[in-house]
């Protein structure tokens, strides 16, 4: 896990003004805020996490008036800044927004006091009762003013009533609601778009936001995801990190989606990536098990295989079939073997925990299939080494279901001119190998040859290994002899 430096407290950003007086409004020292609850909403809610990290607490109900006002106060000086303002909310999330200033025309009167006092002001604006409902918590009625995506990200520009679904000209949210999402800037991760990552059970989403404040106090500026220039390889690195401190029953039901956007004044625009449970628990299951083991699965998943150097660059910077396929629930069992090198990339325990978990295969299954490569194993390694690594090279290149049945028949013959008493399979486990699994793309022949090969390569990489080289040698002098004989 990467280290984070030493982080200023929250007081040490926050300067006194006024004697520690907050700017008067009408209505901030006669109510009361009601207490903040998660909503499902993905920006709302990103708010609420800005709050509890900066506050240090860990359920919306811990939270006080005085943990509210200095989190506004931190807000408030950074958004006063250029690099915040027009730089990141105006040209990526809240374009021309009033309440943070962000408009380029307000830059005079762009202040952390007025900007904090704009804050305020819609924490605690009135709530009118005849108004409708708000459509995100449904909890406090919206508010008199319509909301446009100036104030709130990519809900429209308001002048055509038809779009929202209210019928009317802007969409029905609460001062609550839309307070929060103004904090929503602290906890993004910004790359080429916005990522928000919005996780169930809500509490999560503490952890894998942590590091956008972390990196705020360090330097002041919106955290970049460490140059990730991909979103779901950064998600990927953080739920490594992540699940190396949960157990797999914590994230039994756990939920994660990416929110990856812009919304500015050239376009809205905005990706949902939705990581599936078995995947989620898979990855931390291996990172608690078996990280280099994972580390060397991710690393096939580029098309030339990077080095120890040079996995973080390519971890940041290019896409990987390995995620790509969790993702989409293709699966990725052919990148546990390096069938170039004949050997296995993980342990067989997570090898089984993926096949289990994620792909759905029965344990019973995938327990018979390790004693066939067993016997495999036990028939093979009697054969000369030149032989072996042959009969091998007919598994590995077996593309068609007539050649996957063809290795079991040779292995069979094997069997027998070696006198090893029993045959390799009955019939009907033969049928079982061959026709059990369907033609699904997951769970077909193709995934028991890749099984097979893992069994293999994990009991006879040595010989394999040693069997190539010197297959290698051989033909190389078989190339000289041709290359003098041409000459003569």
């Known amino acids: 896990m990467r280290k984070i430096g030493k982080v200023k407290p929250l007081d040490e950003f926050l300067k006194d003004s006024r004697d520690g007086q907050l700017p008067s409004s009408p209505t901030t020292n006669t109510r009361n805020v009601p207490p903040f609850d998660w909503t499902g909403h993905p920006f709302v809610d990103a708010g609420l996490v800005a709050l509890l990290l900066l506050s240090g607490k860990k359920k919306p109900e811990e939270l006080s008036e005085a943990d509210i006002e200095k989190a506004v106060d931190f807000a408030s000086k950074l958004y006063a800044r250029k690099e915040w303002s027009s730089g990141y909310i105006h040209a990526m999330m809240l374009p021309n927004s009033g309440i943070l200033m962000a408009n380029p025309s307000m830059s005079k009167k762009r202040t952390p006091e007025a900007v904090k006092k704009n804050l305020l002001d819609l924490l605690y604006e009135n709530e009118d009762l005849n108004a409708p409902l708000c ?7 919206a508010r008199n003013k319509p909301v446009y995506r100036s ?45 928000v990552i919005h996780t169930h059970p809500y509490e999560l989403m503490l952890k894998f936001h942590k590091e956008a404040i972390d990196d705020i106090k360090r330097n002041e500026l919106a955290s970049t995801a460490r140059n990730f220039k991909r979103a779901e390889n950064f998600l990927f690195e953080k739920l490594v990190e992540i699940g190396t401190d949960l157990e797999t029953g914590e994230l039994e039901n756990a939920s994660i989606t990416l ?19 078995p995947v989620i628990r898979f990855v931390a299951f291996a990172a608690r098990i078996d990280r280099m083991g994972w580390k060397n699965i991710v690393s096939m998943g580029w098309r030339k295989r990077p080095s120890e150097e040079e996995f973080e660059e390519f ?19 052919q990148y546990f073997i390096d069938t170039q090198n004949r050997r296995v990339n993980a342990k067989w325990e997570l090898l089984l925990f993926y096949c ?36 091998i090279r007919e598994l590995e290149r077996a593309e068609r279901l007539y050649q996957f049945e063809a290795f079991f028949v040779r292995v069979e013959k094997d069997r027998q001119e070696l006198g090893i008493p029993g045959a390799l399979m009955g019939f009907d486990d033969f049928a079982r190998i061959l026709t059990s699994y369907g033609e699904d793309l997951n ?45 003569e």
Request: glycine share 8%.
């Open 259 to 277: 929110y990856y956007f812009v919304n500015n004044n050239q376009g809205q625009e905005i990706e949902l990536i939705y990581v599936p449970n």
């Open 135 to 141: 459509e995100i918590c449904g909890r406090r009625h």
């Open 356 to 391: 289990s978990e994620v792909l759905g295969l029965d344990k019973d299954a995938l327990e018979f299939i390790k004693g066939v490569a067993d016997k495999i194993v036990e028939t093979v390694e009697k054969l000369p080494d030149n032989k072996l690594s042959r009969r």
């Open 443 to 487: 769970v077909s022949w193709k995934t028991v040859r890749n099984l097979l090969l893992f069994r293999i390569y994990e009991r006879l990489h040595d010989r394999l290994m040693k069997a190539s080289s010197e297959e290698a040698e051989t033909y190389e002098e078989t190339e000289e002899e041709f290359e003098e004989g041409g000459e």
């Open 151 to 195: 104030d709130f990200p990519l809900v429209g520009t308001g002048g055509v009533p038809n779009y929202f679904p209210s019928g009317k000209e802007g969409a029905n949210i609460c001062s609550h609601c839309l307070f929060l999402a103004q904090l929503m800037p602290l906890v993004a991760y910004r790359l080429s778009r916005v990522l």
């Open 315 to 333: 971890n940041k910077r290019y896409p990987n079939d390995v995620y790509a396929k969790l993702l989409s629930g293709e699966s990725i069992l």
